[in-house]
């Protein structure tokens, strides 16, 4: 290889060294800078003042080569190092601005019910059992006449809901127990058992199926309470019932029927004679039709009509009258579901009862039916509810009555875990066939200390009070504490 070849690997060597470690050169002033920039961005004027130094020191006006490298430096952008302080410092902040949002009146967010009862998993079902122990007291005033009791009352809640992906269904059971410490004796057991099926048929069928049973004491409240009983008669009640709702654009439809039937034990005299009550035993069947137009997701007007038949199982009563009835009603309301904050119904029309016997008088009038749950604000519930009943009677030439019942029930959180509740009801009755009206009004007032997830302390006091022209008036006051147990 000749010589001159030779010096022009040489310095092609030389060059290739040189660039090289130029690179690295600038490598290292660029990582330099970023972290100087992420420490105080400096300003256009201070960036100049620094790359002229940087410029000054590193050249050298002797080699050729080196000054070159130096001319293909680039000059530092102002706007990138502001970027990299700017990108540094939202990194830096970054643990600070992910904080849960808080509510406006500072109380925390409700729990789901899932959460604050997990329940128990049974197969493809949740079981959410509660047991409640405590005791009480209660005392009736009848005219002149007062009668108290203390007594200790053991109740069992539950809910068994099923966890499949479509339709459901939701079992609810509620019973208590009393025993009498002193005092006249009331300790029958009262409880109630109900189960909802929903099929989900396709996106715009849902089908509903309802079966029941409930035992109560008759109050003495109540249109046929026995005047005077120091026992009232217990009620069985079972009910069935089927719908299907069907969506067709904007409207909504739905078909059902219903069935019902009570039956009624004997009622306690003063004197301690037992009083037959089988003649009260019935059933009643109805049809009902629903139409609805979706004015908007949050409202729904609808019309309403269904056709019922209430069949004795006596064919007349003590007094010999045919009890049997046709019931006829419509109504026209809306519907509105305005989220968390408003929802509800309210519907109003006209209701007939034609009984079969043309001794008895028919039962008619207008109807008023609604209810609706209002949340004004976190932390308060409001329920409210309007209900029409027609309800006949046994007692003889009577065909009975239209009770009109308003009821109210305000929820509220008083401070953390410790909620309170008032409620408010009363009811005016309509005889057809009497001169004198029954009105019954109620009050409640209660708390509860939610000592853990688990367990509750409640606390509840109640006032009833039922007056009519030429009939004693009735009051019963009743106080509770109770401990429950929730899983």
């Given at each position: ?41 400096p ?17 050298d ?10 001319d ?31 509510t ?89 058992i ?39 008669a ?60 979706e ?25 010999g ?28 029309g ?13 039962l008619?009038g207008?109807?008023?039916n ?22 006949p ?34 009811t ?42 030429g ?17």
């Amino acid at each position: 290889m000749s010589k001159r070849a030779l010096d022009a690997r040489l310095k092609s060597r030389i060059l290739s060294s040189l660039l090289i470690a130029a690179g690295a050169t600038l490598m290292c002033a660029a990582d330099a800078r970023a972290q100087s920039a992420t420490m105080a961005p400096p300003s256009d004027e201070t960036d100049r003042t620094r790359a002229a130094t940087t410029t000054d020191q590193t050249a050298d006006p002797g080699d050729a080569d080196d000054q070159a490298l130096q001319d293909v430096q680039p000059t530092p952008d102002a706007d990138i190092d502001r970027n990299a302080a700017a990108d540094a410092a939202l990194r830096q902040d970054l643990g600070r601005q992910n904080l849960s949002e808080q509510t406006v009146d500072g109380l925390r967010p409700r729990r789901p019910e899932s959460e604050e009862t997990p329940g128990i998993p049974v197969g493809a079902f949740t079981l959410r059992p509660t047991i409640t122990g405590g005791a009480g007291f209660e005392r009736e005033k009848s005219s002149d006449r007062t009668k108290t009791r203390s007594y200790l009352q053991t109740g069992l809640k539950g809910s068994l809901t099923s966890n499949w992906s479509e339709h459901e269904l939701r079992i609810d059971t509620n019973g208590t127990w009393q025993k009498t410490l002193s005092g006249f004796k009331s300790d029958d057991p009262e409880g109630s058992i109900n189960a909802a099926l929903r099929l989900d048929i396709s996106n715009d069928m849902i089908a509903n199926l309802t079966a029941g049973y409930s035992l109560e004491r008759e109050d003495i409240g109540d249109a046929n309470a026995i005047d005077g009983a120091t026992n009232q008669a217990e009620v069985a009640t079972w009910t069935a019932g089927a719908s299907i709702t069907r969506d067709l654009g904007l409207i909504r439809g739905t078909l059902g029927v219903d069935f019902e039937r009570e039956t009624y034990g004997d009622a306690t005299l003063s004197t301690g004679q037992r009083l037959d009550q089988s003649d009260r035993n019935q059933n009643t069947a109805t049809l009902r039709g629903r139409l609805g137009y979706e004015l908007s997701p949050a409202l729904i007007p609808f019309i309403e009509a269904s056709y019922g038949r209430m069949i004795y199982d006596n064919t007349r009563d003590g007094a010999g009258y045919l009890r049997d009835a046709d019931l006829y009603a419509a109504k026209t309301g809306v519907e509105f579901d305005m989220g968390e904050k408003l929802r509800g119904e309210i519907g109003a029309g006209y209701t007939i009862a034609d009984f079969k016997d043309g001794r008895l008088d028919q039962l008619s009038g207008l109807t008023i039916n609604g209810d609706a749950n209002w949340s004004p604000q976190r932390g308060t519930d409001v329920a409210l509810g309007l209900k029409t009943d027609v309800e006949p009677s046994t007692s003889a030439g009577s065909s009975g009555s239209i009770a009109y019942t308003t009821d109210m029930a305000l929820t509220q959180v008083i401070i953390e875990d410790l909620r309170g509740k008032l409620s408010a009801g009363a009811t005016w009755r309509d005889y057809k066939s009497a001169a004198a009206h029954q009105t019954v009004y109620d009050l409640g007032a209660g708390v509860t200390w939610g000592i853990s997830r688990s367990l509750d302390l409640t606390a509840d006091v109640a006032w009833e009070r039922s007056s009519q022209k030429g009939s004693a008036t009735q009051e019963t006051l009743t106080g509770l504490v109770s401990l429950s147990l929730k899983r």
